[in-house]
């Protein structure tokens, strides 16, 4: 807890729920942000995480940022605190952790359309359940080398290669001995040109195909469904190799996930992005027909605080399962109206996601990328490190934006729209009109000081 008042962080419903009971809050909050690794921890002086995220609900910030992280609803907050309270007092806790984790799979299965199909493997976080995959794949022929084919870091996370390459991700210095007995190396594909703009699909597959054959080991071709700035890549990988599809932005429509478990392929998902949950919270679906025999045995070890943490994300899966196949032409409105107000900022440059096509609603852009001019040299874009400041004010001022990402020599922020900002009655327009609003202040703001 890092000694932050637990008034900081209860509502007065949730100090209701621990009246008369024996159940600590202080408990409850280490619960939500435990089980994971340190991009969870809270700053001592601030009471937030490394993506301006507290562990509570924040009713006052207008949240654009479900393309990095998002803060606990109000709603997910209050059923969580419920179901610790709960747990914690039953006779059999750990049952009943056992007894959701189950559960929570089961649920996972029936938003996607896959009972059956696939068995979901809960873990902590994307970037563990990509670690978890890639482990799966190469326990297929142990002691064999495996090359894992992939965007590059910054379109998918710092800890991504890592993770690919059955390395821990996390701590200051950590270990590159496999976490298996299996050699592992990484090929990065760049996906964008120098001034930002995405490279052409056959071009992308081209360069993926080429890694293929150059592989030193077994290769296996990471099929990004979303990546951090919203693009597929490769959009066809190459015939041969494996495939581990990382749809961790979760911006994927069932039916396409059912398809990629047909083609034998494991796919990586998140209940941290585009559904809104507190960070973090992962799932490997695996294809049923490719799991050895000894895991329909297996018994999951029950993660209470990433189980938490999916318990709130499905709050806005199930909300939005209803609705999917009704949310398109708003969010063709959405999109077109975050296009026109990043292009009516001097300043701001959009930069190309994904191309809108297609039918579904996954199908139409929801992460909005932009680099901002310098204000000494409008020829010149910002730093990524430059940009910090600019991400760090907005959500001072009440809006919290995508972290920044690089392009190369110069960085980009992100708007992203959510599942929570389609749901009904959802304010999603009047939330985009202040989000430009200050975006446009807060850099002007910069560039009057500069």
């Known amino acids: 807890m890092n000694n932050i008042a637990v008034a900081d962080y209860l509502t007065p419903w949730s100090v209701d729920c ?23 921890a809270v700053d001592q002086r601030s009471g937030v995480n490394k993506y301006l995220c507290a562990p509570k609900p924040a009713d006052d910030l207008i949240v654009a940022s479900s393309c990095t992280a998002s803060p606990i609803t109000e709603a997910a907050f209050q059923r969580c605190a419920s179901t610790y309270v709960d747990f914690s007092t039953s006779p059999s806790p750990n049952l009943r952790w056992a007894q959701l984790h189950l559960d929570i799979e089961a649920r ?27 482990m799966m794949l190469a326990s297929e022929q142990p ?8 965007p590059q870091a910054s379109e998918t996370g710092s ?16 270990s590159d001995v ?36 150059a592989a030193t080991g077994r290769p296996i071709v990471f099929l990004t469904h979303g990546t951090k700035t919203g693009l597929i890549a490769p959009v066809i990988p190459p015939p041969g190799p494996d495939v581990i599809v990382d749809a961790c932005q979760a911006r994927i429509e069932p039916s396409v996930v059912a398809r990629y478990l047909r083609n034998g392929w494991p796919v990586v998902i998140t209940g941290s992005k585009f559904f809104g949950g507190p960070a973090f919270s992962g799932a490997v679906l695996f294809p049923a027909a490719r799991l050895p025999r000894s895991a329909g ?9 990433a189980l938490l943490r999916w318990l709130a994300a499905l709050d806005a899966i199930e909300a939005f399962a209803p609705v999917a196949d009704r949310v398109a032409s708003r969010l063709q409105r959405l999109s077109k109206a975050v296009e026109a107000g990043v292009a009516g900022c001097d300043n701001l440059v959009s930069l190309p996601g994904l ?4 039918t579904g609603w996954s199908d139409i852009p929801t992460i909005f990328s932009f680099a901002v001019r310098d204000p000494l040299d409008c020829k010149r874009l910002l730093s990524f490190t430059e940009l910090r400041p600019i991400y760090t004010r907005m959500a001072e001022r009440g809006v919290l934006l995508g972290q920044p990402v690089e392009f190369g020599e110069f960085g980009g922020l992100r708007i992203a729209i959510g599942a929570r900002d389609l ?18 202040e807060v850099s002007l703001a910069r560039m009057s000081r500069s």
């Open 297 to 305: 045995a297996h018994s999951p070890t029950p993660n209470p605080g």
């Open 108 to 134: 996972l299965l029936a938003y996607f359309g896959i009972s059956g199909q696939a068995r979901a493997v809960l873990c902590p976080s994307g970037t563990d359940a990509l670690l978890t995959a890639t």
């Open 159 to 174: 800890g991504v290669p890592r993770a690919a390459s059955l390395r821990s991700f996390d701590g200051q210095a950590p």
């Open 178 to 213: 496999p976490l298996i007995d299996c050699a592992a190396d990484v090929a990065e594909i760049q996906l964008r040109c120098a001034d930002g703009t995405p490279k052409g699909d056959d071009d992308i597959n081209a360069a993926f195909a080429a890694a293929a054959v």
């Open 355 to 358: 191309s809108a096509g297609g």
């Open 423 to 440: 749901l009904p009655g959802a304010i999603a327009e009047g939330n985009l009109e202040e989000v430009l609003s200050v975006l446009r």
């Open 143 to 150: 002691g064999s080398q495996i090359t894992a084919i992939l």
């Open 18 to 40: 621990f009246r008369g009971s024996s159940i600590s809050p202080d408990a409850f909050i280490e619960t939500l942000i435990g089980g994971g690794d340190s991009r969870l």
